[in-house]
């Protein structure tokens, strides 16, 4: 009997048995046909195939469905694709207030594109929905240029004007930081005043090389707060710097935060502004011989620069030396140098790699020079076969993508995620590219926070912070991001980043440079001094020779030294190369020597002629030019009737060393 009772309740278990593996083996069958489909209805949208998209869904796949990482199909559309597929979605049933990532919506991610923007509310998105930082799409527009429209929008359908994220910031808070003024002075005239604003917020605004928003913020502000000069001198001419003055600004404020800065070592430091800001702060009483934190005085910083022009002024205000720890000379090198060129760069970036991993670890974040650059530099001499750690190299890279990875809720909200904005995005982006990663949700969200802080104009803007060559000039910012952008094209919003690139080229071409980093050498023949933003952005040989007649000579003409070194020796001491320059022509017609010579070029001081160069020595110092006799291949190139520039193009010349080389 017992028995009997056994093999019954065996034969009783082993069908539930079989019962339980069959609905596991339905279950699994099942969730991996939705995992399909999931994937599929994913892949589609970021390929911007708007078919493939209704074919899915169609076939039943949801439109509610979410990615791996928490975003909703309807975000991803609106990150990857046009409004017509976000409609396609929206009416087969997708969620207008669904949330993603860190409680964003698809309102907030729409934002700044007014059609996405405008189709959302139709379908009831929420425009007070608040994430977990409390960034509002009505703060997220505030934070980028050209919406006046969308603030309209959203403030006609009950956008809380007076929103605050748990920073505190304010819609013009984020406006004055990073977008332009027509949208600024919208917020104002809505009712926001920008004499409420903390001097934090205040402060950067008039950081940005923006001189229409400054000019508005000074009529509205009656009084300066107490270290504005030390931002204002960086970039603003001098005109602007004696209006703060007059309003009562000091011009011996320091920046406990800047090693005690003061105005006048902000004017020596800078490379935008000329000699004058810096004759404007002396002559109001600006002391020469402040001292900052480590006692270096602002004619050691000039000193430092080689600028004669600033050196001399402040010898004349009775500026002296300090007791800085820079003023001891680097010691020359040690003899018996590496000569095969590949263990060179193998060595070469092991030490760029060693760097690399401390700034994320101390920081809990990336820069374009610890991060980006060595990921970089690391991809390319790889794809060169050049041997390379690989394991420090992946940590990198790792470093760097998990970085932006973590910070694409963020981006998404309006925040540039780095200080260096633009200029790290773009290297970052440039970096994963070269090893290889692909399109994915993190490089869609840098290209959209790209995109969506370019100016009207066409230029991106830093953050004011002055740190030459890459981090003050707003043409670093700008072909940086486009750098960026053509990293990672987004298939479906094709139109707006070729639109997006082109105002840029346009602003490019009509801008002049001001840090001989942007005289990139070519080696094309019969190429000006534009060769590599040809190649990068996509700017034609034509345009470039045209745009750039009168942006090198600007250039050229602002350094004493050789500016394809960076250096202020008396020899040059870089052997002549089969690479094409640009070089400035004057009067006295001094050019390299020896087709095709690899011997050392002297170079000398002297003085040009204001008839060729009606603008040549007004910071107050000579140009270089190089010495030896007339080169009979020499031609001219294009003229701007202008400026009264000239430039020579040859075949020799000093080649630029640099990790972007071809």
């Known amino acids: 009997m017992e028995k ?19 609905f596991v083996a339905n279950f699994l069958s099942a969730s991996a046909q939705t995992n399909n489909a999931r994937d599929a209805l994913f892949a589609a949208i970021q390929r911007g195939a708007t078919a493939d998209v209704e074919r899915l869904l169609k076939t039943g796949v949801s439109a509610s469905l979410t990615d791996a990482e928490g975003t909703p199909v309807l975000m991803a559309a609106a990150l990857f694709a046009d409004a017509r597929m976000m409609e396609l979605l929206l009416q087969h049933g997708a969620d207008a207030n669904q949330p993603g990532p860190s409680g964003t919506t698809a309102l907030m991610w729409a934002v700044p594109d007014l059609a996405k923007v405008r189709l959302l509310v139709a379908h009831g998105a929420n425009v007070n929905a ?87 913020l000074i009529a509205q502000l009656p009084k300066p707060f107490p270290n504005v000069l030390n931002i204002a ?23 406990a935060a800047q090693y005690a800065r003061t105005p006048v070592m902000t004017a020596v430091a800078s490379e935008t502004e000329s000699i004058d800001s810096l004759k404007l702060l002396l002559d109001r009483g600006a ?40 003023q001891e000379e680097i010691p020359p090198a040690a003899k018996g140098a590496i000569q095969d060129p590949r263990t060179s ?47 420090r190299a992946r940590k990198n890279f790792d470093d760097l993508f998990t970085f932006f990875k973590s910070a694409v809720p963020r981006m998404m909200l309006g925040d540039p995620a780095v200080g260096g904005e633009a200029i790290t995005a773009g290297y970052s ?67 707006e980043v070729a639109q997006s690139i082109a105002r840029a080229r346009q602003w490019l071409l009509t801008k002049n440079a001001r840090c001989s980093s942007w005289a990139w050498r070519g080696r094309r023949r019969r190429t000006h001094a534009w060769p590599r933003l040809s190649r990068m952005f996509a700017i034609t040989r034509k345009q470039a020779a045209a745009g750039l007649n009168s942006a090198v000579h600007h250039l050229m003409r602002m350094r004493p030294a050789c ?62 030019e190089p010495v030896g006799r007339p080169w009979p291949l ?29």
Request: with cysteine; net charge positive.
């Open 4 to 22: 009997e009772i056994a093999t019954k309740g065996h034969k009783i278990h082993k069908k539930i048995f079989c019962v339980l593996c069959l």
């Open 130 to 216: 608040r994430p977990e930082n409390d960034r509002t799409a009505l703060l997220v527009a505030a934070s980028y240029p050209h919406t006046v429209d969308l603030l309209r929008l959203l403030l006609d359908h009950g956008a809380d004007l007076r929103a605050q994220d748990k920073g505190g910031a304010t819609a013009l808070a984020l406006a004055l930081r990073s977008a332009d003024v027509e949208v600024v002075r919208f917020l104002v005239e809505r009712g926001l005043d920008p004499n409420a604003l903390a001097p934090a917020a205040q402060s950067a605004g008039l950081a940005r090389h923006d001189p229409a928003t400054v000019n508005y």
């Open 233 to 255: 001198a960086t970039w603003q001419p001098a005109p602007l710097i004696a209006r703060w003055i007059q309003l009562g600004a000091d011009v011996n404020a320091t920046n």
């Open 287 to 326: 002391d020469p011989n402040a001292k900052m934190t480590e006692g270096e005085s602002p004619l050691d910083l000039a000193i430092y620069k080689g600028d004669r022009a600033k050196i001399e002024l402040l010898e004349q205000h009775g500026a002296k030396r300090g007791n800085g720890p820079r």
């Open 345 to 391: 760069l193998s060595k070469s970036v092991a030490r760029l790699l060693d760097a690399a991993p401390g700034f994320r670890e101390k920081t809990n974040c990336v820069s374009c020079h610890h991060n980006s650059m060595p990921a970089l530099a690391a991809a390319t001499v790889r794809r060169k076969g050049v041997e390379i750690d690989d394991v």
């Open 429 to 495: 982006q440039m970096a994963l590219a070269a090893a290889g990663h692909p399109l994915d949700t993190t490089t869609a969200a840098m290209t959209h926070w790209l995109m969506s802080r370019q100016m009207p104009d066409g230029r991106w803007l830093g953050n004011g912070v002055n740190r030459p060559p890459s981090e003050y000039s707003t043409i670093s910012h700008t072909a940086l991001a486009i750098g960026g952008m053509k990293s990672y094209p987004i298939p479906g919003r094709k139109n």
């Open 563 to 624: 500016p394809y070194m960076h250096c202020t020796s008396p020899v040059c001491p870089r052997p002549m190369g089969r690479i094409e320059k640009a070089w400035p022509s004057c009067s006295r017609r001094n050019i390299p020597t020896g087709l095709g010579s690899s011997s050392r070029i002297p170079f000398q001081f002297s003085v040009t002629s204001r008839v060729d160069f009606p603008s040549a020595g007004t910071n107050g110092f000579p140009l270089r």
């Open 634 to 662: 020499r031609r001219h190139c294009r003229r701007n009737s202008g400026d009264r520039h000239r430039i020579l193009v040859f075949r020799n010349s000093v080649s630029v060393p640099g990790i972007l080389r071809r």
